[in-house]
């Protein structure tokens, strides 16, 4: 959350829709980046930039959907779309995907600036996660297989003694296991391990 | 033989059938001459063509040397003469020459009778006496016979004539012997009664020698020469009749010569006369006759038996009836053989010409029974029905299968039976290979040899019947065609006006069917196209032209009116002038609407299109009105700013101004795609709108460094909207002009061409030497908005397709040989001038 205001990425092909909508976006306090294409922002920007996006549907080549879609299978990000063909399909398809809103041009500046600002701290939302999540794979990595094994049974909700009956060891050995498990999880209660647990599960490393 | 050859055999035939004199052709003469030549008429007494002179000489001379011999026969026997040969001389004379010439005949008769009196010393009245009995016999002799033989040439060979003769020599004799004793005895009365005695004697003395002497005059004069016309046997006879008669003369003249001989070998002269009579014709049979006469009456003169006068000394009776018998029998059964001679001639000369007028006939000719019995066939009979004369005669018409149906009352035998006269009737006859032919009939019934019967002809029409089948045939077929096609066809005569129209094509505008004749199409064309009409037409006709397109409208029974295409063609005469005009109309209303219905899906489909195009035209608007917005937001924020950045507001607001007048463009170029675009179609010249337009274009050409090139054709006029093909056509030069823009000078050319390629298309070609369209935008080009200009707003080659489109034609890029982009146009012809 360092970087101060997050970078929102405008890409549209229309000459003065774009510098508009930079113009509005740049006067409101955001960050605003012009591309007329998405392959400019491909290549200027890079699949991994942060920062949320305002993308323009009808961009030339490859569409704002498709390239919403292109992005969305690295990681969750955080799109406005912009269109001047008012679609209801389109539109639908779009928030089931995860768009953060989908505005008819022309746009009316409290439903842009509303629409940004969500997208905003959905990025940085996505970001957080996304360090946190590097965060605890740092630390699940450090785990040994046995301390990985019983970071697993406590996360279940097993008493120490039924941990040491599974794992074959005895009881302090457990215990000190259970120790460096927190230690290195950096979680003070037994409940931060299960949170941990749930999270690695949901990143498919546990 | 040709058709006229038959033709003219048929005259002859006709002819020949009634006894008409012929002209003939000459191609039949060959074949018929010698039958059909008319027979030299029984040659008049010809009198010969010398001078006049000449013949009063002969008779001088005959006269003189008959007188004499007559006197020296009356000085041995009696007074009288037994042959009284000068008044025959006279009597044949004057029965040769034409009653104008016996006047010079009739002189040398009396100066050869007084000269040979003059030297005999017979007492002057005995003389006249003799010359008025003479001029008498031959004068009355004449008469009588021309009299008797009136209206018919006079010939020996005819026993009228022999007759005539006859008579004539007897009524001679009486006459003149009686006024000659008469004379006498008025004269010198004293011998009165010798005289008369001597009148019998006299008389026969007369008539024989008038026998004896005509006939060879006048068989002489008609036929001199004879021998020219004999064959060698009849040269032989004659030759042997001479010798035969100048060896008889001979044994009477000299008595020494057949001592032995009994005198009656005298009469074996009269089986040879008989038979010269027979065989050699008039004229020597007289000369024999005469010659006879002469040496009797010679023997007689000189005593010899049996003519030597017997009992009386004068009356010799012997000679005399000798001499009656011979003279009488010979110039009777000569006529009468001659008669029946000349008669066989002519028979045979008549069957002869009718059994080859018969035969040669060009008709199939028959002569049938009335119970159908064939008595006699011609050759082309035969040939006509294949049966062989041979088998055909004798042949009944049953039996010979002649008819097709006998029972039929219009068949041969029927109407043989009935003794019909027939004319000319079609019918159907069987030959004798059973093969079912076509022929003309005609039959006229007559009597032969007593018996009914037919003459029947047939001529061969297979050839006709065909001919009609197949125009039957023909006519039926178009008939078909009439009633299958739904055109109507029709023919008018130019000069009547009298109009045939196939009903059944009428039949489907409504009205009724009916008579073919007398219909005429021209009210029915609409009011408004008449003038049209009639104009081309008669434009057409004037030029020349064969054939005249035009389309209208037809009214229908009902009223309304319905579109009608004709194709008319004019047939001229050998002049070249129009006389027939013969049309087919053919209905296209059916295509006229679905054309209308094509054009206004066309126009819906443009309307779908121009949904599209809306679709689009909105997208195109909202982007500059978007940005408008988003920019009057931006500008409240930035002046809701403590220190409001001027320059970025000022910014701002040439933004919102460009975006502005972004949207009034658009406006501008959608209101001219959207107008419906009122196109008022006339024909114009291509060439000359290309001209106009490179007027304009020419100039900005040259100012961009263009090198224009052109290659017009000469076109037909072409029906659209003269202004919006030139926009058309301008818009693709200015497209071509930019295209040239990038490249360099050297190579920027544009060509601009028109052609006439098919018989109702034109094209225009707009080709420049640019970069060319990619395949793959070739059809997108025309599509609205599209542009890869940095101005402009991609609608003018949208619009000029819709241009294209709307006039019928079509328009598409290509690729210009060479590089670059070529733009064809094609627009069709006007209707009216195709052709």
Redo the contacts between chains.
């Keep these: 959350m360092d970087e101060a205001k997050a970078v929102v990425h405008v890409v549209e092909d229309?000459d003065?829709?774009r510098?508009?909508?930079v113009?509005?976006l740049r006067?409101?306090g955001f960050q605003a980046q012009p591309y007329a294409s998405a392959a400019e922002f491909l290549l200027v920007a890079g699949e991994n930039a942060g920062g949320c996006m305002v993308l323009d549907v009808?961009l030339p080549g490859m569409s704002g959907i498709e390239l919403h879609a292109a992005l969305a299978k690295r990681r969750d990000c955080s799109v406005v779309f912009l269109t001047?063909?008012g679609d209801v399909q389109m539109s639908v398809r779009a928030m089931k995907d995860g768009a953060v809103d989908f505005l008819d041009?022309?746009?009316?500046?409290e439903l842009?600036l509303d629409a940004v600002t969500r997208a905003v701290e959905r990025d940085v939302a996505n970001r957080e996660r996304r360090g946190r999540a590097t965060e605890l794979r740092a630390r699940y990595e450090q785990l040994t297989e046995r301390e990985r094994q019983v970071f697993r049974l406590v996360a279940e909700g097993r008493l120490n003694k039924q941990i040491a009956d599974v794992v074959g060891a005895s009881l302090r050995t457990v215990k000190s296991h259970r120790a460096r498990v927190m230690e290195k999880m950096q979680a003070t209660t037994a409940a931060d391990l299960v949170r941990a647990a749930d999270e690695l599960n949901r990143l498919g490393l546990h | 033989m040709s058709i006229d050859e038959k033709v003219d055999a048929r005259v002859c035939f006709a002819a020949v059938l009634q006894r008409e004199p012929l002209a003939m052709p000459p191609s039949l003469s060959s074949h018929l001459a010698d039958d059909l030549a008319p027979r030299e008429a029984a040659t008049p007494l010809r009198w010969p063509p010398v001078p006049a002179f000449v013949p009063a000489l002969l008779v001088f001379a005959g006269y003189y040397a008959g007188a004499c011999l007559g006197l020296a026969l009356t000085t041995v026997m009696s007074p009288a003469s037994v042959l009284w040969v000068p008044g025959a001389v006279l009597f044949g004379a004057l029965l040769v020459a034409p009653p104008q010439r016996w006047a010079p005949l009739l002189a040398a008769a009396i100066a050869a009778h007084f000269a040979a009196a003059w030297q005999s010393g017979v007492p002057d009245a005995i003389v006249i006496g003799c010359l008025v009995s003479n001029l008498a016999q031959g004068l009355m002799g004449s008469l009588v016979v021309r009299r008797l033989s009136a209206g018919h040439p006079y010939s020996i060979g005819s026993l009228r004539c022999v007759v005539a003769l006859i008579v004539g020599a007897v009524v001679a004799a009486v006459g003149s012997s009686l006024l000659n004793s008469a004379f006498v005895t008025a004269v010198e009365w004293k011998s009165a009664g010798r005289i008369w005695a001597g009148w019998p004697s006299r008389m026969f003395a007369s008539t024989l020698a008038s026998l004896a002497v005509v006939p060879v005059l006048t068989a002489w004069s008609a036929e001199r020469a004879p021998w020219r016309s004999w064959d060698l046997p009849r040269r032989f006879e004659a030759v042997l009749l001479t010798l035969v008669l100048a060896g008889l003369g001979y044994g009477v003249v000299d008595p020494n010569a057949l001592p032995q001989v009994p005198s009656a070998l005298l009469y074996l002269p009269f089986p040879l006369l008989l038979w010269s009579a027979m065989r050699l014709g008039p004229a020597p049979t007289a000369a024999s006759l005469a010659f006879v006469s002469l040496l009797a009456v010679w023997g007689a003169a000189h005593g010899m038996r049996p003519f030597a006068p017997g009992i009386g000394a004068d009356s010799p009776l012997t000679l005399h009836l000798f001499l009656a018998c011979t003279a009488l029998s010979v110039l009777i059964l000569g006529a009468v053989f001659a008669e029946r001679q000349e008669a066989m001639v002519n028979l045979g000369r008549s069957q002869r010409r009718f059994a080859r007028a018969f035969h040669a006939n060009p008709n199939a000719v028959s002569m049938i029974t009335s119970d159908g019995r064939v008595i006699d066939v011609n050759e082309r009979w035969s040939r006509l029905f294949g049966h062989a004369p041979e088998h055909a005669l004798g042949a009944t018409v049953e039996s010979l299968g002649l008819d097709v149906d006998p029972a039929d009352p219009a068949s041969i035998r029927s109407r043989l039976a009935g003794a019909a006269i027939e004319e000319h009737r079609e019918m159907r006859v069987r030959d004798a290979a059973g093969r079912i032919r076509d022929v003309v009939m005609a039959m006229t019934p007559t009597r032969i040899d007593g018996e009914l019967c037919s003459i029947v002809s047939f001529v061969d029409i297979g050839d006709r019947v065909e001919a009609e089948k197949a125009l039957r045939a023909s006519d039926q077929r178009f008939r078909f065609v009439l009633e299958a096609t739904r055109d109507v066809v029709y023919d008018r005569d130019l000069a009547t006006g009298s109009t045939w129209v196939s009903r059944n094509g009428l039949a489907q505008f409504g009205y009724a069917q009916g008579t073919n004749d007398g219909v005429d199409l021209r009210p029915l064309v609409h009011p408004d196209d008449w003038a049209r009409v009639t104009t081309r037409f008669t434009a057409a006709v004037r030029v020349g032209s064969v054939t005249c397109e035009t389309d209208y409208r037809l009214r229908r029974a009902d009223g309304s009116y319905a579109h009608v295409h004709e194709q008319a063609f004019v047939v001229a005469d050998g002049d070249g002038r129009a006389r027939r005009v013969i049309g087919v109309v053919t209905d296209i209303t059916e295509q006229h609407q679905r054309e209308e219905l094509a054009r206004r899906l066309s126009q819906a489909s443009r309307l779908t299109a121009m949904g599209e195009l809306a679709?689009s035209i909105?997208?195109e608007i909202?982007?500059?009105?978007?940005?408008?917005?988003?920019?009057v937001?931006?500008a409240?924020?930035?002046l809701q700013e403590a220190a409001p950045p001027l320059d970025?507001l000022r910014d701002?607001l040439a933004?919102i101004r460009?975006?502005d007048l972004?949207v009034t463009d658009i406006i501008r170029h959608v209101r001219a795609l959207a107008t419906k675009r009122v196109m008022h179609f006339e024909p114009f010249d291509v060439n000359t709108l290309i001209g106009s337009v490179l007027r304009l274009a020419t100039p900005v050409a040259q100012r961009r460094g263009v090198r224009v090139e052109t290659a017009l054709a000469a076109l037909p006029p072409v029906r659209g909207d003269r202004i919006h093909i030139q926009q058309v056509v301008l818009n693709l030069l200015l497209n071509g002009l930019d295209a040239l823009d990038e490249m360099p000078e050297a190579e920027r050319r544009l060509r601009i061409a028109t052609a006439h390629d098919e018989r109702d298309r034109v094209e225009i070609v707009v080709a420049d030497s640019g970069r060319g369209v990619d395949a793959s935008r070739r059809e997108a080009i025309f599509e609205s908005f599209h542009t890869t200009k940095k101005e402009g707003m991609g609608l003018g080659l949208s619009i000029a397709r819709s241009v294209v489109q709307q006039h019928g034609g079509s328009i598409r890029v290509e690729d210009n040989a060479g590089g670059g982009a070529l733009f064809r146009v094609t627009l069709r012809v006007s209707p009216d001038e195709s052709r």
């Design positions: 229309d003065s829709v510098t508009a909508v113009r509005l006067t409101a009808g001047g063909r041009k022309p746009v009316k500046r842009l | 679709a909105a997208h909202n982007q500059p009105v978007s940005a408008i917005l988003t920019n937001d931006a409240e924020m930035l970025e701002v933004d460009s975006d972004r």
